[in-house]
Protein backbone atom coordinates (compact mmCIF):
# COMPACT_ATOMS: atom_id res chain seq x y z
CA UNK A 1 0.00 0.00 0.00
CA UNK A 2 1.00 3.81 -0.42
CA UNK A 3 -0.10 6.17 1.52
CA UNK A 4 0.50 10.06 1.81
CA UNK A 5 0.88 11.61 5.51
CA UNK A 6 0.64 14.85 5.82
CA UNK A 7 2.58 17.49 8.75
CA UNK A 8 5.23 14.38 8.29
CA UNK A 9 7.59 16.79 10.69
CA UNK A 10 5.40 16.89 13.39
CA UNK A 11 5.05 14.32 16.18
CA UNK A 12 2.57 12.04 15.11
CA UNK A 13 3.41 12.24 11.25
CA UNK A 14 6.71 11.28 11.74
CA UNK A 15 5.92 7.97 13.59
CA UNK A 16 3.21 7.08 10.88
CA UNK A 17 5.63 7.40 8.16
CA UNK A 18 7.92 5.10 10.28
CA UNK A 19 5.31 2.73 11.51
CA UNK A 20 3.82 2.60 7.65
CA UNK A 21 7.41 1.76 6.63
CA UNK A 22 8.04 -0.94 9.48
CA UNK A 23 4.92 -2.42 7.76
CA UNK A 24 6.68 -2.67 4.15
CA UNK A 25 4.22 -0.02 3.00
CA UNK A 26 5.37 3.25 0.97
CA UNK A 27 5.13 6.49 2.76
CA UNK A 28 5.07 9.63 1.63
CA UNK A 29 5.48 12.31 4.19
CA UNK A 30 5.11 15.92 2.75
CA UNK A 31 5.21 19.60 4.93
CA UNK A 32 4.56 22.48 3.80
CA UNK A 33 7.55 22.76 1.92
CA UNK A 34 6.30 20.13 -0.46
CA UNK A 35 2.33 20.35 -0.27
CA UNK A 36 0.58 23.78 1.14
CA UNK A 37 -2.85 22.36 2.18
CA UNK A 38 -4.19 25.63 1.80
CA UNK A 39 -3.06 25.87 -1.95
CA UNK A 40 -6.08 23.41 -3.99
CA UNK A 41 -3.77 23.50 -6.91
CA UNK A 42 -0.73 22.19 -5.22
CA UNK A 43 -2.95 19.40 -2.87
CA UNK A 44 -4.44 18.42 -5.90
CA UNK A 45 -1.26 18.00 -8.05
CA UNK A 46 0.93 16.22 -5.26
CA UNK A 47 -1.73 13.81 -3.91
CA UNK A 48 -2.68 12.93 -7.84
CA UNK A 49 1.25 12.23 -8.56
CA UNK A 50 1.60 10.65 -6.11
CA UNK A 51 -0.61 7.59 -6.99
CA UNK A 52 -1.46 6.86 -2.91
CA UNK A 53 -3.85 4.73 -1.78
CA UNK A 54 -4.76 6.63 0.93
CA UNK A 55 -3.72 9.57 2.92
CA UNK A 56 -3.07 9.99 6.64
CA UNK A 57 -3.89 14.16 7.45
CA UNK A 58 -1.74 15.12 10.01
CA UNK A 59 -1.01 18.45 9.55
CA UNK A 60 -3.18 21.02 11.32
CA UNK A 61 -2.53 24.24 13.01
CA UNK A 62 -2.25 23.23 16.59
CA UNK A 63 -1.02 26.73 18.42
CA UNK A 64 -4.40 26.75 20.95
CA UNK A 65 -3.65 29.90 22.78
CA UNK A 66 -2.20 31.87 19.52
CA UNK A 67 -5.68 30.29 17.52
CA UNK A 68 -7.73 32.82 19.74
CA UNK A 69 -5.83 36.19 17.73
CA UNK A 70 -5.73 34.19 14.74
CA UNK A 71 -8.70 32.58 13.11
CA UNK A 72 -8.45 33.31 9.75
CA UNK A 73 -5.34 31.49 9.56
CA UNK A 74 -6.50 28.63 12.08
CA UNK A 75 -9.42 27.94 9.68
CA UNK A 76 -7.53 28.16 6.45
CA UNK A 77 -5.08 25.20 7.44
CA UNK A 78 -7.22 23.23 9.68
CA UNK A 79 -10.78 23.62 8.23
CA UNK A 80 -9.97 24.80 4.11
CA UNK A 81 -7.15 22.37 4.35
CA UNK A 82 -8.48 19.37 5.06
CA UNK A 83 -11.48 20.13 2.69
CA UNK A 84 -8.80 20.55 0.06
CA UNK A 85 -7.68 16.87 1.24
CA UNK A 86 -10.88 15.43 1.10
CA UNK A 87 -11.77 16.81 -2.14
CA UNK A 88 -9.03 15.49 -4.02
CA UNK A 89 -9.75 12.18 -2.18
CA UNK A 90 -13.36 12.16 -3.64
CA UNK A 91 -12.14 12.59 -6.94
CA UNK A 92 -9.30 10.04 -7.02
CA UNK A 93 -11.46 7.67 -4.96
CA UNK A 94 -8.98 6.79 -2.45
CA UNK A 95 -9.43 6.78 1.63
CA UNK A 96 -8.66 9.30 4.13
CA UNK A 97 -7.82 9.17 8.01
CA UNK A 98 -8.16 13.21 9.60
CA UNK A 99 -6.99 13.72 12.74
CA UNK A 100 -9.41 15.48 14.90
CA UNK A 101 -9.19 16.40 18.59
CA UNK A 102 -11.34 16.43 22.13
CA UNK A 103 -11.26 20.14 22.04
CA UNK A 104 -14.34 19.75 19.27
CA UNK A 105 -16.02 19.09 22.58
CA UNK A 106 -17.89 21.32 25.00
CA UNK A 107 -15.91 19.93 27.67
CA UNK A 108 -18.90 20.04 30.62
CA UNK A 109 -19.62 17.50 32.35
CA UNK A 110 -17.61 14.25 33.79
CA UNK A 111 -18.69 11.38 31.02
CA UNK A 112 -16.66 10.18 29.26
CA UNK A 113 -17.54 11.76 25.21
CA UNK A 114 -18.77 8.90 22.66
CA UNK A 115 -17.72 9.52 19.04
CA UNK A 116 -21.17 9.92 17.99
CA UNK A 117 -22.28 12.70 20.31
CA UNK A 118 -23.68 15.86 18.60
CA UNK A 119 -21.20 18.64 18.71
CA UNK A 120 -22.61 21.83 20.15
CA UNK A 121 -19.62 24.27 20.50
CA UNK A 122 -16.10 23.90 20.66
CA UNK A 123 -15.14 26.02 23.49
CA UNK A 124 -11.96 27.59 21.60
CA UNK A 125 -11.56 29.09 17.98
CA UNK A 126 -9.07 25.87 17.65
CA UNK A 127 -11.88 23.29 18.70
CA UNK A 128 -14.09 24.85 15.75
CA UNK A 129 -11.61 24.76 13.17
CA UNK A 130 -11.01 21.35 13.50
CA UNK A 131 -14.76 20.57 13.85
CA UNK A 132 -15.24 22.64 10.42
CA UNK A 133 -12.73 20.11 9.11
CA UNK A 134 -14.93 16.53 10.51
CA UNK A 135 -17.86 18.14 8.96
CA UNK A 136 -15.40 19.09 5.26
CA UNK A 137 -14.40 15.44 6.04
CA UNK A 138 -18.22 14.08 6.41
CA UNK A 139 -19.62 16.11 3.47
CA UNK A 140 -17.25 14.89 0.59
CA UNK A 141 -16.14 11.74 1.61
CA UNK A 142 -17.87 7.78 2.31
CA UNK A 143 -13.89 6.02 2.92
CA UNK A 144 -13.14 8.44 6.06
CA UNK A 145 -11.74 8.26 9.33
CA UNK A 146 -12.20 10.58 11.67
CA UNK A 147 -9.60 9.80 14.92
CA UNK A 148 -10.07 12.09 18.22
CA UNK A 149 -7.00 12.52 20.35
CA UNK A 150 -5.72 14.68 22.87
CA UNK A 151 -2.64 15.88 25.21
CA UNK A 152 -0.57 14.41 22.37
CA UNK A 153 3.53 13.58 23.14
CA UNK A 154 5.90 11.65 20.50
CA UNK A 155 9.76 12.08 20.52
CA UNK A 156 9.56 14.88 17.46
CA UNK A 157 8.65 18.04 18.63
CA UNK A 158 7.57 19.94 22.16
CA UNK A 159 4.89 18.58 24.02
CA UNK A 160 4.09 18.46 27.95
CA UNK A 161 6.38 16.12 28.98
CA UNK A 162 9.29 17.08 27.98
CA UNK A 163 8.30 20.64 29.15
CA UNK A 164 7.34 19.18 32.43
CA UNK A 165 10.89 17.65 32.94
CA UNK A 166 12.48 20.78 31.63
CA UNK A 167 10.72 23.07 34.74
CA UNK A 168 10.81 20.09 37.52
CA UNK A 169 14.72 19.84 36.87
CA UNK A 170 15.15 23.93 36.19
CA UNK A 171 12.95 25.46 39.17
CA UNK A 172 12.68 22.23 41.51
CA UNK A 173 9.31 22.35 41.24
CA UNK A 174 6.09 22.74 39.63
CA UNK A 175 2.21 23.56 39.68
CA UNK A 176 0.02 21.72 37.66
CA UNK A 177 -3.67 21.95 37.09
CA UNK A 178 -5.69 19.64 38.61
CA UNK A 179 -9.40 20.20 37.89
CA UNK A 180 -9.13 19.76 33.83
CA UNK A 181 -9.11 15.49 33.15
CA UNK A 182 -8.52 13.35 30.17
CA UNK A 183 -5.82 11.44 28.40
CA UNK A 184 -2.68 11.27 27.14
CA UNK A 185 -1.90 10.22 23.70
CA UNK A 186 2.03 8.90 22.67
CA UNK A 187 2.17 9.22 19.20
CA UNK A 188 4.00 5.80 19.07
CA UNK A 189 0.97 3.40 20.10
CA UNK A 190 -1.41 5.84 17.86
CA UNK A 191 0.56 5.15 14.80
CA UNK A 192 -0.12 1.80 15.07
CA UNK A 193 -3.63 2.23 15.33
CA UNK A 194 -3.57 4.91 12.30
CA UNK A 195 -1.85 2.31 10.41
CA UNK A 196 -4.36 -0.46 11.30
CA UNK A 197 -7.12 1.61 10.42
CA UNK A 198 -5.74 2.53 6.87
CA UNK A 199 -4.75 -1.73 6.20
CA UNK A 200 -9.12 -2.02 6.57
CA UNK A 201 -12.43 -0.18 6.02
CA UNK A 202 -14.20 -0.35 8.98
CA UNK A 203 -14.58 3.67 8.62
CA UNK A 204 -16.20 6.13 10.82
CA UNK A 205 -15.86 8.68 13.76
CA UNK A 206 -13.32 6.60 16.37
CA UNK A 207 -11.73 8.11 19.48
CA UNK A 208 -8.36 6.96 20.29
CA UNK A 209 -5.93 8.09 23.19
CA UNK A 210 -4.18 5.82 25.83
CA UNK A 211 -6.38 3.65 27.89
CA UNK A 212 -7.55 5.43 31.45
CA UNK A 213 -8.12 9.17 32.43
CA UNK A 214 -5.91 11.30 35.03
CA UNK A 215 -6.06 15.27 35.51
CA UNK A 216 -2.79 17.27 34.03
CA UNK A 217 -1.62 17.00 38.03
CA UNK A 218 -1.84 13.25 37.69
CA UNK A 219 -0.14 13.19 34.78
CA UNK A 220 2.87 15.06 35.75
CA UNK A 221 3.30 12.94 38.91
CA UNK A 222 3.78 9.77 36.73
CA UNK A 223 6.54 11.80 34.41
CA UNK A 224 8.36 12.87 37.12
CA UNK A 225 8.45 9.26 39.03
CA UNK A 226 9.33 7.15 36.00
CA UNK A 227 12.05 9.81 35.57
CA UNK A 228 13.47 9.80 38.78
CA UNK A 229 12.82 13.46 39.86
CA UNK A 230 11.91 14.04 43.44
CA UNK A 231 10.24 17.58 42.71
CA UNK A 232 7.45 18.79 45.21
CA UNK A 233 4.52 19.04 42.35
CA UNK A 234 1.40 21.45 44.33
CA UNK A 235 -2.27 20.84 42.55
CA UNK A 236 -3.76 24.06 41.43
CA UNK A 237 -7.02 25.63 39.95
CA UNK A 238 -7.37 26.40 36.29
CA UNK A 239 -7.84 29.89 37.22
CA UNK A 240 -4.42 30.18 38.59
CA UNK A 241 -3.29 29.44 35.03
CA UNK A 242 -5.19 31.81 33.21
CA UNK A 243 -4.82 30.82 29.35
CA UNK A 244 -6.17 32.98 26.26
CA UNK A 245 -8.43 30.02 24.85
CA UNK A 246 -11.01 28.46 27.31
CA UNK A 247 -9.49 24.68 27.98
CA UNK A 248 -12.20 21.72 28.67
CA UNK A 249 -12.42 20.66 32.03
CA UNK A 250 -13.97 17.06 30.62
CA UNK A 251 -11.43 15.71 28.04
CA UNK A 252 -12.44 11.94 28.79
CA UNK A 253 -12.74 9.66 25.63
CA UNK A 254 -14.73 6.41 25.83
CA UNK A 255 -12.99 4.00 23.44
CA UNK A 256 -15.54 1.37 23.68
CA UNK A 257 -15.90 1.81 19.51
CA UNK A 258 -12.50 0.54 18.40
CA UNK A 259 -13.20 -2.46 19.95
CA UNK A 260 -17.28 -2.48 19.16
CA UNK A 261 -15.31 -2.78 15.29
CA UNK A 262 -11.95 -5.02 15.44
CA UNK A 263 -9.28 -2.49 16.43
CA UNK A 264 -7.27 -2.62 19.52
CA UNK A 265 -7.44 0.19 22.17
CA UNK A 266 -4.32 1.89 23.03
CA UNK A 267 -2.10 0.68 26.02
CA UNK A 268 -2.42 2.63 29.49
CA UNK A 269 -1.80 6.18 29.77
CA UNK A 270 0.64 5.13 32.45
CA UNK A 271 2.99 2.67 30.49
CA UNK A 272 3.03 4.88 27.86
CA UNK A 273 4.48 7.36 29.73
CA UNK A 274 6.77 5.03 30.82
CA UNK A 275 7.94 3.47 27.90
CA UNK A 276 8.13 7.53 26.56
CA UNK A 277 10.15 8.76 29.61
CA UNK A 278 12.49 6.38 28.96
CA UNK A 279 13.28 6.57 25.46
CA UNK A 280 13.89 10.58 26.49
CA UNK A 281 16.35 9.77 29.31
CA UNK A 282 18.22 7.20 26.93
CA UNK A 283 18.15 9.73 24.22
CA UNK A 284 19.56 12.64 26.60
CA UNK A 285 22.33 9.91 27.58
CA UNK A 286 23.59 8.81 24.06
CA UNK A 287 23.53 12.99 23.44
CA UNK A 288 25.78 13.83 26.47
CA UNK A 289 28.11 10.59 25.27
CA UNK A 290 28.50 12.48 21.93
CA UNK A 291 28.55 16.27 23.04
Not at 258 to 279: C, E, H, S
Amino acid sequence: MKVLVTGVKGQLGYDVVKELEKRGHTAVGVDIEEMDITDATAVDTVITHSMVDAVIHCAAYTAVDAAEDNVGICNKINAVGTENIAKVCKKLDIKMIYISTDYVFDGQGTRPWEPDDKITEPLNAYGNSKYLGEQAVQRYLEKYYIVRIAWVFGMNGKNFVKTMLRVGRENGMAKVVNDQFGSPTYTADLSILLCDMVETSRYGIYHATNEGFCSWFEFTCEIFRQAGLEVPITPVSSDEFPTKAKRPANSRMSKEKLVANGFRKLPTWQDATARYVKLLLEKEKEEQKNS
